[in-house]
């Protein structure tokens, strides 16, 4: 029998390791306005870091074999939009994540796995402009008098100066690394984060788009899921109000998975918690009308109305009743956002889920063509999957003779 996931458990790892990165921001701060001595601070220092990376190893063991559940349970819950229950975890800083990816790395090796010049000296650059920015700086400096153009020096001293609130300096890096090598994928991963974190989300999407279009190595595409950055990014791009409507939607979505998961493997016999179901209805409720709420002002934004229509769609997952009252409104919206924009993936995705729902097979075949293998909105993705879709709509119309 499978071991129950501890979600009480990621939750507390969640709030020790939040606690214990916040302490050591507290810490710097402290130490720059000279309110404690620079032994203590060392001392104090190593402890929290020591700490916080012992949290995150156990959040993560918790979070990968939640993700392994996820994942085995795709199938399983197909018929409810291929929903993947459970908790979704995000959040973990790219510098926290790149301390703990550095520790594994041999020699100068970046974020990709690709090997610039290897050596001691370079190793430990890299390791401070994670764990020590201010001396990761100085490090790379010398490193950087003997190979100026060396696209690994500075790409990590740019992330050391980003991690030092010095955005701009962090961009000069990087802006030289572009002009010396396009393709280095690490860079773009730091361009799209300094400009999420500057409010610059049209900037910091066109860096994913550049990095994306370099076919990115599972470890680069595995950090941005880890961090939620490109959920950040759409997420910005949406703007507070819309974003806010979305949010809504996640946590009725984590309510549901909690719903499904109790019932056990998903079969016919299997029944959702009746509570959990209801709660969820409630949130859900409150994200449509917070949706319709901005309707207005988002009318000619594709993202935000397919990210309605998915809010309606996953209503309709409840029970027939509301599946009959919100699945025509759900493909309605997926068709204004195809009005705006004709290969929009996600919606190219949700209608393809709507149709079959209402049973045309043949409509829903054809979007799935047309979405090929592009990838979809990062909020989306968690929750829905072409193949899952494209696998259930071709047992539908089997069984149907169609």
């Known amino acids: 029998?499978?071991?129950?996931?501890?979600?009480?458990?990621?939750?507390?790892?969640?709030?020790?390791?939040?606690?214990?990165?916040?302490s050591i921001r507290d810490l710097d701060r402290e130490?720059?306005?000279?309110?404690?001595?620079?032994?203590?601070?060392?001392?104090?220092?190593?402890?929290?870091?020591?700490?916080?990376?012992?949290?995150?190893?156990?959040?993560?063991?918790?979070?990968?074999?939640?993700?392994?559940?996820?994942a085995a349970a795709r199938p399983a819950l197909s018929r409810r939009l291929a929903w993947i229950g459970g908790c979704l975890v995000f959040g973990v800083v790219a510098a926290v994540l790149l301390i703990n990816a550095s520790a594994s790395r041999v020699g100068d090796e970046s974020l990709t796995g690709n090997t610039a010049s290897p050596g001691a000296g370079a190793r430990r650059c890299m390791t401070l402009s994670m764990s020590e920015p201010q001396e990761g700086i100085a490090c790379?400096?010398?490193?950087?008098?003997?190979a100026p153009d060396n696209v690994t020096y500075l790409t990590y001293q740019g992330w050391a100066f980003a991690r030092t609130d010095r955005p701009e300096e962090a961009m000069e890096r990087f802006d030289r690394v572009v002009e010396l090598d396009p393709t280095f994928p690490d860079v773009?991963?730091?361009?799209?984060?300094?400009?999420?974190?500057?409010?610059?989300?049209?900037?910091?999407?066109?860096?994913?788009?550049a990095l994306m279009a370099l076919d990115p190595s599972p470890a680069v595409r595995n950090t941005l899921a880890s961090?939620?950055?490109?959920?950040?990014?759409?997420?910005?791009?949406?703007?507070?109000?819309a974003a806010a409507c979305w949010e809504q939607t996640e946590t009725a979505g984590t309510q549901l998975g909690e719903a499904t998961s109790s019932a056990?493997?998903?079969?016919a016999g299997d029944s959702p918690d009746g509570d959990a179901l209801a709660k969820a209805a409630t949130t859900l409720a409150d994200a449509v009308k917070c949706f319709e709420g901005e309707l207005d002002a988002h009318r000619d934004n594709a993202q935000f109305l397919t990210l309605r229509s998915f809010t309606l769609g996953l209503?309709?997952?409840?029970?027939?009743?509301?599946?009959?009252?919100?699945?025509?409104t759900a493909l309605a919206s997926a068709d204004e956002a195809l009005v705006i924009d004709p290969q929009d993936p996600t919606a190219l995705l949700l209608r393809a889920t709507w149709n079959m729902w209402l049973g045309d097979y043949d409509a829903s075949l054809a979007d799935l063509d047309a979405l090929g293998d592009r990838e979809i909105s990062p909020l989306v993705s968690?929750?829905?999957?072409?193949?899952?879709?494209?696998?259930?709509?071709?047992?539908?119309a089997s069984a149907s003779g169609g």
Do not use: C
């Not at 056990?264 to 079969?267: P, T, V, Y």
């Open 188 to 209: 773009w991963v730091f361009i799209a984060s300094v400009r999420a974190d500057t409010g610059d989300f049209a900037g910091a999407q066109e860096a994913i788009d």
């Open 140 to 146: 790379y400096d010398e490193l950087l008098a003997d």
């Open 31 to 70: 130490r720059d306005a000279g309110d404690v001595d620079e032994e203590d601070y060392e001392e104090l220092r190593r402890g929290y870091v020591a700490r916080a990376a012992a949290a995150i190893e156990a959040l993560e063991e918790h979070t990968d074999e939640l993700a392994q559940r996820q």
């Open 264 to 267: 056990g493997d998903g079969s």
């Open 382 to 396: 968690p929750y829905v999957g072409a193949a899952e879709i494209r696998a259930e709509v071709t047992r539908q």
């Open 227 to 241: 961090q939620g950055l490109e959920r950040k990014i759409a997420l910005g791009l949406l703007g507070p109000d």
């Open 315 to 328: 209503l309709a997952t409840i029970d027939n009743e509301l599946a009959a009252a919100t699945l025509p």
């Open 1 to 22: 029998m499978a071991r129950r996931i501890d979600l009480d458990a990621i939750a507390r790892l969640e709030e020790e390791r939040d606690y214990l990165l916040d």
